[in-house]
Structures are given as structure tokens and as C-alpha cells.
């Protein structure tokens, strides 16, 4: 069991939460079943994606985790927009940690033991705080590398509000359903979707620099001996002294990235995909 800090989980109670998240996000929170997860996406008018969630549901209750830098703007944001919904929102001490495949044993916990990440076999689970007091920063840093190879990044402070769904390729993780109903920034991501003007296009690569690349920072990505500007969305550092990063780019995806510089470093990209 590894504790993820730069996770937290909020709670959504009452007789609309369901109706209520399904209505603020873009996936289809209405269709799934007790027990069910799916990732989404919480977007802004303008359709940029303010956080990356996995909705998990628990009888009549969701659980939703997201990054914990985003958690109490996230919160008194839908606190607005929760009107005469019958629905409580609770930003929950538990801890967040995640467990591999191989873990049999359910942690004690009072709220959701296991929820599955979509996709794949890694789980999360809400534990009480004492549990997972100790944080195995290398072992951290692992599981958040894994799931940047996968496509999953949830967004922080400064990439918050930057970026439409599909830039990020968050249709990729089921986080955007087109056959739903209204939800904010709604006309823009469809509209987008349909008409195919995504302009910029999520890649992952794998490289070895001499310092991750920090969120919104500009990076040159090569192909064919032509440069394009990229802008990085997150990076993960591999234990093998490699990093994956997720950049969103203009270069086209038929093309292949061969290299990437940064800060006046080049360096050989050995895996690409996005």
C-alpha cells in the first residue's frame, strides 16, 4: 500500500449526488453501477479542464479523488453551483493510497477499500489517516510514473483551467461521454470533438533529462529536422533514471518525435506515443 499525498478524496451524500455530478461533469455518472468507477473530467465554461476525477460509487454515495492541490477549489466551486440540489459535499481526511494487483488484503478502512482505476489493475483505497503515516517517496514516485505512462495526470495549480479534454487525452480514459447531457464547457468539448479542430494533441515520451521539466514550461520536440514548441503538462521521473512526460504539441500526430530539448539540453526520445 503506498500513500499518494498529492491525492485527496471528497464525498458526495445525499438524494441528488449522483444527478448533481453527473450534471458538473463530463462523463456519464448516472450510468454507473455500485461499486462502478470512471474517470472525468470538471471543466470551465470555455471547456478547459479545471480537474482530472475518478468517480467511484458506493450505494448512493461517490467518492471522488482528485489532486489534492485542487481539492478546496474544486470543492467551494461546486458549493456554488450546488443551489437546491439535496447534495453535501465534505473534502474527507481519509488518505488516498494505492494498491497493485497483488494486494489480497483489503486495508481497514471505514469508507471505500477498493477502488479500481479504470483501464488497469492498480486500485486506490480511502484509509484512516494513522494507516499511512509514513510516505515512501521512491515508491510515491513510482506509482505516479506508472500512471503518467497510462495517460493519467491530474492536473495541478498551474496546468488547472489550460488545457480542453482532448488536448490532454482524456477521451483516451473514458473521461468524456458525447452522448450525455449538458454539463459546463459541454458545447465547446463536443463541438471540438465533432468538427475536429483540435489543434494541439497530448503526446507521452520517455527520455533522460537532468531534471524533470516543471508543469506549463516550454520544451522543442524534433521530427524529420523540423522543431515544434511543446508545453509540459506533467512529468514523472522512472526509477531507471528516465522520465516520462506528458507535453501537448501543434506537431501532427502522424509524425514521430525522435528528440526533445530542454533548457538547452537535447536529449533522444526512446519511447513516444499520444
Same mark, same amino acid.
Given at each position: 500500500?503506498?500513500?499518494? $499525498? @498529492?491525492?485527496?478524496?471528497?464525498?458526495?451524500?445525499?438524494?441528488?449526488?449522483?444527478?448533481? %455530478?453527473?450534471?458538473?461533469?463530463? !462523463?456519464?455518472?448516472?450510468?454507473?453501477?455500485?461499486?462502478?468507477? $470512471?474517470?472525468?473530467?470538471?471543466?470551465?465554461?470555455?471547456?478547459?479542464?479545471?480537474?482530472?476525477?475518478?468517480? #467511484?460509487?458506493?450505494?448512493?454515495? =461517490? @467518492?471522488?479523488?482528485?489532486?489534492?492541490?485542487?481539492?478546496?477549489?474544486?470543492?467551494?466551486?461546486?458549493?456554488?453551483?450546488?443551489? +437546491?440540489?439535496?447534495?453535501?459535499?465534505? &473534502?474527507?481526511?481519509?488518505?488516498?493510497?494505492?494498491?497493485?494487483?497483488?494486494?489480497?488484503? !483489503?486495508?481497514?478502512?471505514?469508507?471505500?477499500? +477498493?477502488? +479500481?482505476?479504470?483501464?488497469?489493475?492498480?486500485?486506490?483505497?480511502?484509509?484512516?489517516?494513522?494507516?499511512?503515516?509514513?510516505?515512501?517517496?521512491?515508491?510515491?514516485?513510482?506509482?505516479?510514473?506508472?500512471?503518467?505512462?497510462?495517460?493519467?495526470?491530474? %492536473?495541478?495549480?498551474? $496546468?488547472?483551467?489550460?488545457? %480542453?479534454?482532448?488536448? %490532454?487525452?482524456?477521451? *483516451?480514459?473514458?473521461? &468524456?461521454? @458525447?452522448?450525455?447531457?449538458? =454539463?459546463?464547457?459541454?458545447?465547446? &468539448?463536443?463541438?471540438?470533438? @465533432?468538427?475536429?479542430?483540435?489543434?494541439? #494533441?497530448?503526446?507521452?515520451?520517455?527520455?533522460?533529462?537532468?531534471?524533470?521539466?516543471?508543469?506549463?514550461?516550454?520544451?522543442?520536440?524534433? !521530427?524529420?529536422?523540423?522543431? =515544434?514548441?511543446?508545453?509540459?503538462?506533467?512529468?514523472?521521473?522512472? *526509477?531507471?533514471?528516465?522520465?516520462?512526460?506528458?507535453? &501537448?504539441? +501543434?506537431?501532427?500526430?502522424?509524425?514521430?518525435? !525522435?528528440?526533445?530539448? =530542454?533548457?538547452?539540453?537535447?536529449?533522444?526520445?526512446?519511447?513516444?506515443?499520444?
Amino acid at each position: 500500500m503506498v500513500k499518494l $499525498t @498529492y491525492l485527496s478524496a471528497l464525498r458526495f451524500s445525499g438524494a441528488d449526488a449522483g444527478s448533481f %455530478l453527473h450534471n458538473q461533469l463530463s !462523463a456519464d455518472v448516472l450510468g454507473l453501477g455500485n461499486g462502478e468507477s $470512471t474517470f472525468a473530467c470538471y471543466c470551465e465554461p470555455k471547456g478547459r479542464v479545471l480537474a482530472l476525477m475518478l468517480v #467511484h460509487r458506493v450505494d448512493v454515495t =461517490y @467518492y471522488v479523488i482528485l489532486s489534492s492541490a485542487l481539492a478546496k477549489m474544486v470543492t467551494e466551486r461546486l458549493k456554488i453551483y450546488r443551489m +437546491r440540489s439535496r447534495v453535501d459535499i465534505e &473534502v474527507l481526511s481519509e488518505a488516498v493510497a494505492g494498491l497493485s494487483a497483488d494486494d489480497k488484503a !483489503a486495508p481497514a478502512s471505514t469508507l471505500a477499500p +477498493r477502488i +479500481r482505476v479504470p483501464g488497469c489493475a492498480m486500485q486506490l483505497a480511502l484509509t484512516v489517516a494513522d494507516i499511512t503515516t509514513d510516505t515512501d517517496t521512491i515508491a510515491q514516485a513510482a506509482w505516479k510514473h506508472a500512471e503518467l505512462q497510462m495517460g493519467i495526470t491530474w %492536473l495541478d495549480a498551474e $496546468t488547472s483551467g489550460e488545457f %480542453l479534454p482532448q488536448m %490532454l487525452g482524456f477521451e *483516451q480514459l473514458g473521461a &468524456v461521454n @458525447y452522448r450525455k447531457g449538458c =454539463y459546463p464547457g459541454q458545447e465547446i &468539448v463536443a463541438r471540438t470533438h @465533432y468538427l475536429g479542430k483540435v489543434k494541439r #494533441h497530448p503526446r507521452l515520451l520517455h527520455c533522460k533529462l537532468a531534471a524533470c521539466p516543471k508543469p506549463m514550461e516550454k520544451a522543442s520536440m524534433f !521530427a524529420d529536422g523540423q522543431a =515544434y514548441e511543446a508545453i509540459i503538462a506533467d512529468c514523472g521521473p522512472g *526509477q531507471d533514471g528516465s522520465i516520462c512526460l506528458l507535453a &501537448v504539441t +501543434r506537431m501532427g500526430p502522424e509524425l514521430t518525435a !525522435a528528440e526533445i530539448e =530542454y533548457k538547452g539540453e537535447t536529449a533522444a526520445i526512446f519511447q513516444a506515443g499520444g
